[in-house]
T-cell receptor
Framework: RKEVEQDPGPFNVPEGATVAFNCTYS??????FFWYRQDCRKEPKLLMS???SGNEDGRFTAQLNRASQYISLLIRDSKLSDSATYLC??????????FGQGTTLQVKP | DADVTQTPRNRITKTGKRIMLECSQT?????MYWYRQDPGLGLRLIYY???????NKGEISDGYSVSRQAQAKFSLSLESAIPNQTALYFC???????????????FGAGSRLTVL
């Protein structure tokens, strides 16, 4: 089993839709969690950290469920510019930062 | 100038050749990482280093070696390149201070390596 797993998609949604991605992790000692965005084989860039109580940044909401060992990302009112690959990243507790395989989102007009 | 600089950006080489990818950073971060990315597989950790004297294997270290020459420099070597090492390689840094902002990665622009 991979340490961090995501549904690769692709998720094809119309503009304005709400879409959610999940990411599961296997190491219960994992300490910190992040969502990164990657455009067209460019370098990944931090979208948001994921806090235990959940957190929101504009149209983006991240949540952590430690009991079930998953994190989620919700995007409301999708824009064409949201089309990208979304990568979850987990600090496994030893400082190793492990990526999921990424979920591709395509927002269509 | 970029905070994290990778050289070369693109390289085509032949099977059996030795290749070095270099990474330098101006962020003053202690932690540096090398990842490779293949289509459909996300980024996989090759090696990581928490300081000059600390080197650790990642998920896929076989066939690779690294050198942390200074806090700001972390190079990745392929001693004898093979075609399945064709990939996009990313160097990244992070700064750990034990805060909620810890371990946020800053990436270089990537090095595309093709092994024929």
């Amino acid at each position: 089993r991979k340490e961090v797993e995501q549904d690769p998609g692709p998720f094809n949604v119309p503009e304005g839709a709400t879409v959610a991605f999940n990411c599961t992790y296997s190491n219960s000692a994992s300490q910190s969690f992040f969502w990164y965005r990657q455009d067209c084989r460019k370098e990944p860039k931090l979208l948001m950290s994921v806090y235990s109580s959940g957190n929101e940044d504009g149209r983006f909401t991240a949540q952590l469920n430690r009991a079930s060992q998953y994190i989620s990302l919700l995007i409301r009112d999708s824009k064409l510019s949201d089309s990208a690959t979304y990568l979850c990243v987990v600090n496994t507790g030893t400082g190793k930062l492990i990526f999921g395989q990424g979920t591709t989102l395509q927002v269509k007009p | 100038d970029a905070d994290v600089t990778q050289t070369p950006r693109n390289r085509i080489t032949k099977t059996g050749k030795r290749i070095m990818l270099e990474c330098s950073q101006t962020k003053g971060h202690d932690r540096m990482y090398w990842y490779r990315q293949d289509p459909g597989l996300g980024l996989r950790l090759i090696y990581y280093s928490f300081d000059v004297k600390d080197i650790n294997k990642g998920e896929i270290s076989d066939g690779y070696s690294v050198s942390r020459q200074a806090q700001a420099k972390f190079s990745l070597s392929l001693e004898s390149a093979i075609p399945n090492q064709t990939a996009l390689y990313f160097c990244a840094t992070s700064d750990f201070k034990g805060t909620s902002g810890a371990n946020v990665l800053t990436f270089g622009a990537g090095s595309r390596l093709t092994v024929l």
